[in-house]
């Protein structure tokens, strides 16, 4: 009878953890947002023909294209996911996650939360790039850390992640750690370096002038025995629609290994909110 009453007592109270609002994952990410947002260089105004006349013109296409002339600077950007489908690995199981990122435009950081439930049980992720080092953590049931990568090959991987996400937030476009080389009249080569990092990828647009697609063979894919090959990434973005602050966005966005053998998307997701604008 005594171990039933423990047994009962354990899974009462696994159940209470697992569905309180409170993991330590979730802290350190609003912990570490609130903090980089004190030190986050003020911006005022609005953006202007003028402030992005330095840019490529098919850079500048797209801005002006897609609304953002006249729309309010911004010192950082948050873009939200809501199920997500997202693979574990080639052959791997599938989960549903919702996904926040928020990247900075005074210098490529970039911090990402992950939060989903694995047979019923939490899982958590905290995906981040600051001061040059990054790294990318998940964990069961708010405490049993499953994984937590970090090391130069991952300093790369994050940092072209922020250089995939740049459009979306034009203020970092115009600082110096990029630089943009337009090839033609629909791709344009860029370059980011960061704490003696460098990395480079292109930007693909339509006749639109919508951003379709960042390619790159700079991002190594870092297997959970740590090994790491350099296979080409693409992140995508597709179904363009206006939001509800005026700016014409995707609401699709995935990120794919270009494997030998086959495509593998393992992030396969639609925008829900970008700077709290709702997507139609």
């Known amino acids: ?99 926040t990122h928020v990247d900075f435009a005074d210098s490529p950081n970039r911090l990402a939360f992950i939060d989903s439930k694995m047979f019923g049980i939490p899982f958590q992720g905290y995906d981040y790039y600051m001061n040059g080092k990054g790294g990318m953590k998940g964990v069961l049931a708010k405490l049993v850390t499953l994984f937590d ?60 002038y919508e951003m379709t697609s960042f390619t790159t063979n700079d991002r190594g894919q870092i297997s959970p025995d740590g090994t790491i090959e350099y296979t080409p990434w693409e992140a995508q973005c597709e179904n363009y629609k206006t939001y509800s602050d005026g700016i014409k966005r995707p609401t699709v966005f995935r990120a794919v290994w270009k494997n030998k053998d086959s495509d593998f998307v393992y992030f396969d997701g639609e925008i829900n909110k970008v700077n709290g604008a709702i997507r139609p």
């Not at 199920?83 to 919702?98: A, E, Q, S």
């Not at 790369?156 to 750690?177: G, Q, S, V």
């Open 149 to 208: 990568q970090t090391g130069p090959a991952m300093d790369k991987a994050c940092l072209i992640t922020y250089l995939a996400e740049a459009f979306f937030l034009p203020e970092a476009l115009l600082k110096d750690f990029i630089t943009f080389t337009q090839i033609d009249e629909r791709t344009v080569e860029a370059t980011i370096t960061n704490k003696g990092v460098t990395a480079t990828g292109i930007f693909h647009f339509n006749d639109a």
């Open 1 to 99: 009878m005594t171990i039933l009453i423990i047994i009962a007592t354990i899974i009462l109270l696994s159940a209470i953890w697992f569905n309180i609002p409170y993991s330590p994952v979730k802290t350190q990410f609003h912990n570490d947002v609130a903090t980089r947002l004190k030190s986050s260089a003020a911006i005022t105004g609005t953006l202007d023909s003028a402030s992005i006349a330095s840019l490529p013109p098919l850079i500048q296409k797209y801005l002006k294209t897609n609304g953002y002339i006249g729309s309010e600077r911004r010192s950082h950007l948050i873009m939200e996911y809501k199920d997500v489908d997202f693979g574990m690995g080639v052959n791997k199981p599938r989960i549903k996650i919702d996904y």
